[in-house]
T-cell receptor, first 113, second 109 residues
Framework: EAEVAQSPRYKITEKSQAVAFWCDPISGHATLYWYRQILGQGPELLVQFQDESVVDDSQLPKDRFSAERLKGVDSTLKIQPAELGDSAMYLC???????????FGPGTRLLVL | AQRVTQPEKLLSVFKGAPVELKCNYSYSGSPELFWYVQYSRQRLQLLLRHISRESIKGFTADLNKGETSFHLKKPFAQEEDSAMYYCALSDNAGNMLTFGGGTRLMVKP
C-alpha cells in the first residue's frame, strides 16, 4: 500500500541554522499539505499545494519559512534561520484532490537548541 | 476565523463503557467535519467524515449545526480504541483543514 514518505525522521539543529524537510506524496496525489504540530496541540496547516501551485500559505511564517513543489510531485519545506520556537513535529499529507481523504506521513521531529 | 475546540485533553473509561468525545466548532458557512485518530506509533489517519455518514470501528458522529458540535460516540469502548483523537473542519472545497487540540482516550481493562 502506497504511503507518504518524509525525511529525515528526526532533526536536531542549533538556532540560526537552516533546516530542510522533504516529502514524497502518494503517486498521483495532486494536493500536498505541510502541517506543524507543537507538542500537546493539534496539527496546524502551514501550506497547501495543488500540483505545483500554492493554494493557501496564510499561516506560513514567510520571513523564515519557504515551501516549494517545483514539479508538482515531491516537496521541500525550509526554515532559515531556525528559532527555538520552531521545535515541533512537521507533518506532510497528500490527497488525490482537495476534497478527498488526506493521507499523512510519519512526520519529521525538529528540535532547535 | 474558524476554530475547533475539544474541551477534554484526556478521557479515561473502562472497557465496555460508552464513550463520547466532544467537539465544538465555529465557522461562518457550511463546513465539512472530520474525526482523525492516531494510534500509538502510527500515522494520523482519517476515522470518519460527516458527509459519509458511516460508522467506522463502531464510532459515529452527528453534526449538530444548532449547537455547532460534532461529538464522537461509541456505545461500548474497547481497549484497542485507546488513541489520540482529533476533530477537524474544512471549507466545503476541502481547503484549510483546521484541527482541534486533541483528546487522548484511554480504555482501561
Amino acid at each position: 500500500e502506497a504511503e507518504v514518505a518524509q525525511s529525515p525522521r528526526y532533526k536536531i539543529t542549533e538556532k540560526s541554522q537552516a533546516v530542510a524537510f522533504w516529502c514524497d506524496p502518494i503517486s498521483g496525489h495532486a494536493t500536498l499539505y505541510w502541517y506543524r504540530q507543537i507538542l500537546g496541540q493539534g496539527p496546524e496547516l502551514l501550506v497547501q499545494f495543488q500540483d505545483e501551485s500554492v493554494v493557501d500559505d496564510s499561516q506560513l511564517p514567510k520571513d523564515r519559512f519557504s515551501a516549494e513543489r517545483l514539479k508538482g510531485v515531491d516537496s521541500t519545506l525550509k526554515i532559515q534561520p531556525a528559532e527555538l520556537g520552531d521545535s515541533a513535529m512537521y507533518l506532510c499529507a497528500s490527497s488525490r484532490t482537495g476534497r478527498e481523504t488526506q493521507y499523512f506521513g510519519p512526520g519529521t521531529r525538529l528540535l532547535v537548541l | 476565523a474558524q476554530r475547533v475546540t475539544q474541551p477534554e485533553k484526556l478521557l479515561s473509561v473502562f472497557k465496555g463503557a460508552p464513550v463520547e468525545l466532544k467537539c465544538n466548532y465555529s465557522y461562518s458557512g457550511s463546513p465539512e467535519l472530520f474525526w482523525y485518530v492516531q494510534y500509538s506509533r502510527q500515522r494520523l489517519q482519517l476515522l470518519l467524515r460527516h458527509i459519509s455518514r458511516e460508522s467506522i470501528k463502531g464510532f459515529t458522529a452527528d453534526l449538530n449545526k444548532g449547537e455547532t458540535s460534532f461529538h464522537l460516540k461509541k456505545p461500548f469502548a474497547q481497549e484497542e480504541d485507546s488513541a489520540m483523537y482529533y476533530c477537524a473542519l474544512s471549507d466545503n472545497a476541502g481547503n484549510m483543514l483546521t484541527f482541534g487540540g486533541g483528546t487522548r482516550l484511554m480504555v482501561k481493562p
